[in-house]
């Protein structure tokens, strides 16, 4: 059977929430993260247009046109959710609020230099949020796929790209791995089930340590 990648990033990305956290989810990927996650999970899920509450991604026959995510999707709210203006949804983030913020890639350094936002030529919306979740969040952890289009890395020994922000990601998690970026250098944790080592190296420009007990996913 094949693995959807987009589903086993988010599934993987899930496993990194954890009870009493307040979580902002990025455009992309993270937005399929509620799906996989325990129903009676207790966390709070931060959407910066000003939704403290937030759930998963609404059904085409339950969309409400005025209850949209930062990226446009229609989604659904908790019970108890808030609502409040794009001001105090920044001062959330700006006072270091969030424990946790998934992001997309179109770059990542291995000193965990984020490239997310523009490639020069092509329109882009602007930088959004992205800027100060990424610098701001206790945590950062990225999710993307493993390699460009074309099978180019994503992850590259430095950025290429105009920078959304230096020195922040902390995590990646793609369909073929989770790395642990750190102080002196990247780690390899785990590699997913249907692949294997030296697909994973050959994939990855950024110098990779292979950790000792190398876990499946």
């Known amino acids: 059977m094949s693995v959807n990648p987009k589903e086993k990033i988010a599934r993987r990305a899930a496993q990194e929430i954890t009870a009493g956290q307040v979580v902002n989810l990025g455009i992309g ?26 759930g998963e991604i609404a059904p085409a ?12 999707s229609y989604i659904s709210v908790v019970s108890g959710a ?15 609020r969030l424990d946790l913020t998934f992001l997309g890639a179109l770059e990542v350094s291995e000193r965990g230099d984020l490239a997310n936002w523009i490639i020069p030529g092509k329109f ?6 992205a800027m100060e979740l990424a610098q701001k969040a206790r945590k950062l952890v990225i999710t993307t796929t493993h390699t460009t289009r074309k099978g180019e890395p994503k992850i590259l020994k430095e950025c290429t790209l105009p920078l959304t922000a230096s020195d922040c990601v902390k995590m990646i ?45």
Do not use: W
Not at 47 to 52: A, F, K, L, M, T
Not at 61 to 72: F, H, S, T, Y
Not at 178 to 206: F, N, S, Y
């Open 29 to 54: 990927i993270p937005t399929l993260i509620p799906s996989f996650l325990p129903p009676d999970l207790p966390i709070i899920i931060h959407s910066e247009n000003g939704i403290i509450g937030a």
């Open 124 to 129: 882009a919306p602007g930088i959004g949020g």
């Open 173 to 217: 998690i793609t369909e073929l791995a989770v790395i642990a970026v750190t102080p002196t250098g990247m780690i390899l944790k785990e590699i997913a089930e249907e692949t294997d080592l030296e697909t994973v190296l050959r994939a990855t420009e950024a110098s990779l340590t292979v950790a000792d007990n190398l876990l499946r996913f």
């Open 61 to 72: 026959a339950d969309a409400d046109r005025n209850l949209i995510d930062a990226g446009g």
């Open 82 to 96: 808030a609502y409040c203006d794009s001001a105090l949804s920044f001062a959330l983030v700006r006072g270091g």
